[in-house]
C-alpha cells in the first residue's frame, strides 16, 4: 500500500479550487434555473463544486457535446467539397470540479464502447486532456443506488483525484491515477500537510465512506437483476411498466451513459454543416428505416430496449452495466418513474413495496 | 384535498359494471410524497389508486397513448386537465362516449416544498369542465389575471429581454420532452421532427433550440390550458410558461377573451376568426 | 429607434452585433399567390422601382404562412419578413386572410416579447390592383429594417465562415 494524502481544512479546500480556477481551463457545476450544470468558470464565487447531491445534468456533454459538428460542405454547380470542422480538438489540459463519483464512473463505462471497434478520436482528446476532481458525497438522495452496482465506490479510480470531507472538519485529497498524482505536485498542495500511508486519515476516510454507504435507502442486488432481465425478453410484464412512460427522451438525455446519436445537416443555400447530436432509445422514429419498417413500433418494445441495454446487452458485451445508479432519470422523469424500481421487480426479485 | 378513498370506490364500480376497461389514476412512487400515473387493467389494482395534493401530472395525456386507444376509459382530470380534455374532445381526438370522467373540484397541486404550483396560484378554472361525476366543492371561476412573471419581463427593455431568452435558449437540451407531456401534442409526428424537411433542424444547438421551442409555442397559442405539464417535464427547469402565458393573454386580450377549452365545442384560438380581429398592425 | 452607435450601425436587439460597411438587410418576402404575387408582378410591368433587399416566395394564401416559415426565415438567413395578401374579404379561398390575421399577430408579439424588435415581422394587404402599394411597402420595410441594424441569430453558430 502505498497511499498518498494531504489534509487540509474547508479553507485550505476553498484556497486549493481557487487555485485551479486561476491556473487552468475550469468547469464547475453552475446554478442556472434552479438546476446545476457542468460550465466553464472564471472564479470560485460562480460556481458550487460541492454541489448538493448530483447535477441534473451529467458531465457527459463535455465529452460527448451535445452537438458536435462532423463535417461541413458546399454544394454548387462545381461539385460537392467537403471540409474539417473548426470543432475545438480540446488540446490544452482542463480540469472538472465537484463531478460526482456516479458521473466519474460513467466514464469508465463510456470508455469502453468509444474504444470498441471504432475510436472516437475526439472523445479520446478530450477524455486524455481532462483531469477529474471530484468530492465524495457525504448523504445519499432518496433515488441514488451507485453502492448496488457493479463497482467499488469506495475503491474507484474514475476521478484522478478524490476529495473526503471528514467528520473531524478536516478535508483529505487524494491522488487517484498517476495523472492525478502528477496534477497534484507543486504549487496546488504547498499549504496542505502531506501524509503518506497514514493510518489515521484512512481511518477518517474510511468513516466518512461507511456513513455514506450507510444513507442509502435503496438496495439491490445487480446480479440477480442482470440474470433475471437476461431471462424475461418475451414477458408481457414489459408492457404493464411501461404503459405510464410518456415516451418523452429525458432519460436518456440526462443518462450520464447513454450514448446513442444522430446525424442531420443543417444547411443553408450551398454549405451546411453535419452534425452529431444525442438521440434517444425512447423516440418512435429512432429505429425506423428508409423504407418505413420499423422493428420497435410500439413503447413498450423501445422501452424493454432501453432497459435491457442497460442491464443484459451491455453488460454481456463489455462485462458492465450501463447504468451508475446516479438516479438522474428518475429525478428528471415526468411522472417520476424509478429505473430502479422497475429493474428491481420485473424480474420479481426483490418487491421493494 | 384528498379524494382517494372516492376515486378507489368510483374504480372499483366501474370495473364491476363492466364500464371500463382502462382506469387512468395516480398512485404512490414508493420512494417518496411523489406520484406516478397508473393505468390499471384489472380490479384488484384498485387499491393503489390515490389522490391528493401531490397528483400533478396532467392525464390527459395518456389518451394518445396506445394502451387507452379504443378502449373504454376511466379518468381522474382537475380544473386544467378537463380543460385539455374539452379540447380533445373538441377536436375529435377522442370519444366521448368511452370515457368515463371524474372531474375533481381541484384546489391546487403542491411541488416538493409543498409550496403551490404558480399556475394553480392563478388558476381560473379550478373545477372540471368536463366531468360525469364531480368530486368536492366547486368553487366557480377565478378572474384571469396577467401572470406576475410575464408583468415583469414584459417591462424590461428589447435587449434585456433578448438576453435572457438567449440564455433560455442556450439551456434547451432538446429532448422534447415538453412536447411529450404536453396533451395537447398528439400529432403522430410532429413538424419540427420532420427529417425529410428542409425546414428541419436535428442538432441540439441554441438556433434549432430557438426554433424549436417558438414553432411548438406558437402551435399552442390559443390551444394551451396551462396545466405546465412542459415546465415541470423540462429537465433543465426552463420557463416555458412565459412563451405560453404570453400568447395566451395577446389571445385573451385580443380575441374576444379566449381560453381555451373553456366552453364544448370551443376551438382554438387559430381555428376560428371575427371580422373584429385587429388590424392595424397591417399596413 | 435608429440603431447605430459612433456612426456604426448595430443590431438593436443585440448592440455586440455590429454591421459591415456594406452591410445590405436580407428580406423575405412571402406573398399570396392571388393579390400581392400579382400585384408585385404588376409592380414590375408598371417599371416601378422598389429596393432589391426583397426575396419572394409564392404561396397559395396568406393563410398557409405558418409562424414557423418565419421563425425558420429569421433563424438562417433573414434580417426581416414581409407576410403580404389580399385585402380582407377578397380572399380566393373566402376566409383563408381573417385565420392568417390572428396567426400574424400573435407571431409578432411573441417575437416581440422574446427579444425581437416588432418591425423585424411585417405585414400587408396588397391587392392585385396595387402595384404602386407593394413598391411603397417594400421601401418601407426595406428603411425600417435597416435602421434595426442586422439580426444575426445564431448565424454564426452554424455557418461562420
Given at each position: ?186 504549487d496546488l498542495t504547498h499549504h496542505m500537510t ?160 | ?283 | ?35 400581392s404575387y400579382a400585384g408585385s408582378d404588376l409592380t414590375g ?117
Amino acid at each position: 500500500m502505498n497511499t498518498e494524502i494531504f489534509v487540509t481544512d474547508k479553507a485550505g479546500l476553498a484556497t486549493f479550487y481557487e487555485a485551479i480556477i486561476a491556473k487552468h481551463e475550469t468547469y464547475a457545476p453552475v446554478e442556472k434555473f434552479g438546476k446545476y450544470e457542468f460550465k466553464k468558470v472564471s472564479a470560485l464565487s460562480g460556481c458550487d463544486p460541492d454541489a448538493p447531491i448530483a447535477t441534473t445534468m451529467s458531465a457527459k456533454p463535455l465529452f460527448f457535446p451535445r452537438s458536435a459538428k462532423i463535417m461541413k460542405y458546399t454544394a454548387d454547380a462545381s461539385g460537392t467539397k467537403v471540409s474539417e470542422t473548426d470543432e475545438d480538438p480540446l488540446s490544452a489540459q482542463r480540469v472538472i470540479l465537484g463531478m460526482k463519483h456516479c458521473d466519474a464512473r460513467s466514464l469508465q463505462v463510456l470508455d469502453k464502447v468509444y474504444n470498441w471497434d471504432f475510436i472516437d478520436t475526439d472523445y479520446q482528446k478530450r477524455r486524455r486532456n481532462t483531469v477529474i476532481i471530484s468530492a465524495r458525497c457525504d448523504k445519499a438522495d432518496t433515488h441514488c443506488f451507485c453502492t448496488s452496482l457493479d463497482y467499488n465506490v469506495e475503491r474507484l479510480d474514475a476521478m484522478d483525484v478524490l476529495i473526503v470531507n471528514g467528520a473531524d472538519g478536516k478535508v483529505y485529497i487524494e491522488p487517484r491515477t498517476e495523472k492525478g498524482k502528477s496534477f497534484l505536485e507543486g504549487d496546488l498542495t504547498h499549504h496542505m500537510t502531506h501524509v503518506r500511508d497514514n493510518e489515521e486519515a484512512a481511518k477518517a476516510m474510511k468513516k466518512q465512506y461507511d456513513a455514506f454507504a450507510g444513507s442509502f435507502r435503496l438496495n439491490m442486488d445487480y446480479k440477480t437483476v442482470n440474470e433475471g432481465l437476461s431471462k424475461i425478453f418475451d414477458s408481457p410484464q414489459f408492457e404493464n411498466v411501461s404503459d405510464n412512460c410518456v415516451g418523452c427522451n429525458t432519460c436518456a438525455f440526462v443518462c450520464p451513459t447513454c450514448h446513442c446519436f444522430k446525424i442531420s445537416d443543417e444547411k443553408v443555400k450551398d454549405t451546411g454543416v453535419r452534425y452529431k447530436s444525442y438521440d434517444s432509445c425512447n423516440n418512435g422514429y429512432f429505429t425506423l428505416m428508409a423504407g418505413g419498417h420499423n422493428p420497435r413500433p410500439v413503447k413498450y418494445r423501445r422501452w424493454r430496449q432501453r432497459a435491457l441495454h442497460k442491464f443484459v446487452y451491455y453488460k454481456e458485451r463489455f462485462g458492465e452495466n450501463l447504468c451508475v445508479g446516479c438516479g438522474k432519470c428518475t429525478r428528471a422523469c415526468p411522472v417520476n418513474i424509478s429505473i430502479f424500481e422497475v429493474v428491481s421487480t420485473l424480474p420479481h426479485i426483490n418487491n421493494i413495496q | 384535498m384528498d379524494y382517494t378513498n372516492q376515486i378507489r370506490e368510483i374504480a372499483a364500480r366501474l370495473f364491476s359494471e363492466n364500464k371500463i376497461d382502462v382506469f387512468v389514476g395516480y398512485r404512490m412512487t414508493g420512494f417518496d410524497e411523489n406520484q406516478v400515473p397508473v393505468l390499471i387493467r384489472d380490479p384488484k389494482e384498485v387499491p393503489r389508486l390515490v389522490f391528493n395534493d401531490k397528483s400533478v401530472f396532467n392525464l390527459t395525456n395518456y389518451l394518445k397513448h396506445e394502451h387507452t386507444r379504443g378502449k373504454r376509459v376511466g379518468l381522474v382530470v382537475k380544473g386544467c386537465d378537463s380543460r385539455s380534455l374539452q379540447l380533445l374532445l373538441t377536436e375529435s381526438q377522442v370519444k366521448r362516449d368511452r370515457l368515463y370522467v371524474v372531474g375533481i373540484a381541484c384546489e391546487g397541486v403542491v411541488d416538493d416544498a409543498g409550496q403551490k404550483y404558480q399556475n394553480c396560484q392563478e388558476c381560473v378554472f379550478p373545477d372540471a369542465v368536463v366531468f360525469d361525476e364531480m368530486l368536492g366543492t366547486p368553487k366557480g371561476n377565478g378572474q384571469y389575471q396577467v401572470n406576475a412573471d410575464i408583468r415583469e419581463l414584459a417591462s424590461k427593455d428589447l435587449v434585456e429581454r433578448r438576453a435572457y431568452f438567449e440564455e433560455v435558449f442556450e439551456n434547451c437540451i432538446r429532448c422534447n420532452a415538453c412536447r411529450h407531456s404536453c396533451p395537447m401534442c398528439y400529432c403522430a409526428k410532429c413538424c419540427i421532427d420532420q427529417e425529410s424537411s428542409t425546414l428541419y433542424n436535428g442538432a441540439n444547438t441554441t438556433s434549432a433550440a430557438f426554433h424549436a421551442l417558438m414553432t411548438w409555442s406558437l402551435h399552442l397559442a390559443g390551444r394551451c390550458v396551462d396545466c405546465r405539464n412542459c415546465e415541470k417535464a423540462c429537465p433543465s427547469h426552463l420557463p416555458l410558461h412565459l412563451l405560453h402565458k404570453w400568447n395566451e393573454q395577446v389571445i385573451y386580450e385580443n380575441f374576444q377573451e379566449h381560453l381555451a377549452g373553456v366552453h364544448e365545442g370551443d376551438r382554438g384560438a387559430f381555428y376560428k376568426y371575427s371580422l373584429q380581429d385587429p388590424d392595424d398592425f397591417i399596413m | 429607434m435608429e440603431a447605430a452607435v459612433n456612426n456604426q450601425l448595430v443590431s438593436i436587439e443585440k448592440p455586440e452585433i455590429v454591421a459591415p460597411p456594406d452591410w445590405q438587410p436580407v428580406i423575405i418576402g412571402i406573398l399570396c399567390n392571388w393579390c400581392s404575387y400579382a400585384g408585385s408582378d404588376l409592380t414590375g410591368t408598371s417599371r416601378i422601382q422598389y429596393p432589391p433587399n426583397i426575396r419572394i416566395i409564392r404561396v397559395p394564401c396568406s393563410s398557409r404562412v405558418d409562424p414557423w416559415f418565419l421563425i425558420k426565415s429569421l433563424q438562417t438567413t433573414a434580417d426581416g419578413v414581409l407576410v403580404s395578401g389580399c385585402h380582407p374579404g377578397d380572399c380566393h379561398y373566402i376566409s383563408g386572410n381573417y385565420y392568417a390575421r390572428r396567426r400574424f399577430l400573435v407571431t409578432k408579439k411573441l417575437l416581440h416579447f422574446t427579444g425581437f424588435h416588432e418591425n423585424r415581422i411585417q405585414f400587408s394587404w396588397v391587392s392585385a390592383a396595387e402595384g404602386p402599394k407593394f413598391a411603397k411597402v417594400v421601401a418601407k420595410v426595406t428603411e425600417d429594417i435597416k435602421k434595426l441594424g442586422p439580426l444575426h441569430l445564431y448565424k454564426k453558430e452554424n455557418f461562420e465562415k
